[in-house]
């Protein structure tokens, strides 16, 4: 193991998850818990120091260089700040700033803050299911939907971090629900792990006794033969994939990886996405475009983050982070 540590936070609507990554991309040591995602802004902050001091306690945290912040977007890696659609009191709040006053974070290690989404893509990109391959979407489904590309082998964040967020496409502006983020007929409020609970509960489903509903339980009962949740995941299927082709035309992708909560579904998920893209994306570029599960499931986040903090100083190779376009 390289003696170079590199700490990380991946902060959604469901989890604020922390971990400390080595340079080989091995996650060493791992810290979670839940997100208020409608707490104050303080509380969420205090969730987000409890899990940085938690682990603080690691000694591994003394080899401590770097710390990448993956969040739910929007963020701005200039500023530091980020603005989740899906944590209402954090607007422009000024994560990296209050991070580096922590006392546990050493006053030589500078936070990086990045789309969790970004950061899923890089971890792929550095030991998982995209290694090798130069023009890639990573996608996290979860509790929302958030985006990041790989191009001519290397990272593309954008000027502000942002590049990829294909979760804020629209893909039914006509008939689609209004998004917090503004917009109507959003690719998140359509096949994000709440919007498929919420669909299937509108369609008359209802989940066993003593459970929760939640995508997860509309995914088991799909696997079950029910219909209507299985119409769920046929809508959120389809969301994705127009949103896929339309990435795919503009771009031009070797490969699509599918990470966070929701992909656990696997074929549930997958199977209807793959059938629906095989009808939007028609063109000669397009076609055939493969779609796969992530290799690094719930950590690539954390991996993610830790290799955009190390970008600069890890070298690029078969085993290491992409380097970013600039």
């Known amino acids: 193991m390289d003696a170079l540590v590199y700490g990380a936070l991946d902060i959604g609507g469901t989890k604020i998850a922390g971990g ?5 991309g091995h996650l060493v040591a791992r810290s979670q818990c839940a997100t208020p995602a409608r707490g104050t802004a303080e509380e969420m902050m205090a969730a987000v120091t409890a899990v940085l001091d938690d682990m603080a306690g690691h000694p591994e945290w003394r080899s401590l260089t770097h710390l990448g912040i ?11 700040t980020v603005s ?8 422009a709040f000024p994560l990296a700033d209050r991070i580096r006053a922590l006392p546990c974070v050493p006053p030589d290690v500078e936070p990086v803050v990045v789309g969790d989404a970004v950061a899923m893509a ?34 593309y964040a954008g000027p502000s971090g942002n590049a990829g967020h294909i979760g804020h496409l629209s893909v039914d502006h006509a008939r689609g629900p209004e998004c917090p983020c503004g917009g109507r007929g959003c690719v998140e409020r359509l096949a994000s792990g709440t919007a498929i609970a919420a669909h299937a509960l509108e369609s008359g489903w209802a989940p066993p006794p003593g459970v929760a509903p939640t995508a997860a339980a509309v995914a088991a009962a799909a696997r079950a033969g029910d219909p209507r949740a299985a119409a769920a995941y046929d809508r959120a299927g389809r969301a994705l994939a127009a949103a896929i082709a339309a990435t795919a035309a503009l771009v031009e992708l070797d490969l699509v990886v599918i990470g966070g909560g929701v992909a656990q579904a696997g074929a549930t998920l997958l199977a209807p996405l793959r059938r ?10 397009t076609r055939d475009l493969p779609v796969v599960p992530a290799e690094l499931a719930t950590d690539a986040g954390l991996v993610g983050a830790a290799a955009v903090a190390g970008l600069s100083h890890l070298a690029r190779g078969p085993h290491r982070p992409p380097t970013a376009h600039p």
């Open 70 to 80: 993956g969040s739910a977007g929007p963020v701005d890696t200039v500023a530091g």
């Open 122 to 155: 890089a971890a792929e990109h550095w030991t998982g299911a995209a290694r090798g391959v130069d023009n890639v979407l990573g996608m996290v489904v979860s509790t929302g939907i958030g985006g990041g590309l790989i191009l001519g082998g290397a990272l």
């Open 84 to 91: 989740p659609v899906n944590i209402p009191a954090w607007r």
């Open 20 to 24: 400390l990554v080595d340079a080989d």
């Open 276 to 285: 629906h893209l095989a009808d939007y994306a028609v063109l000669d570029f």
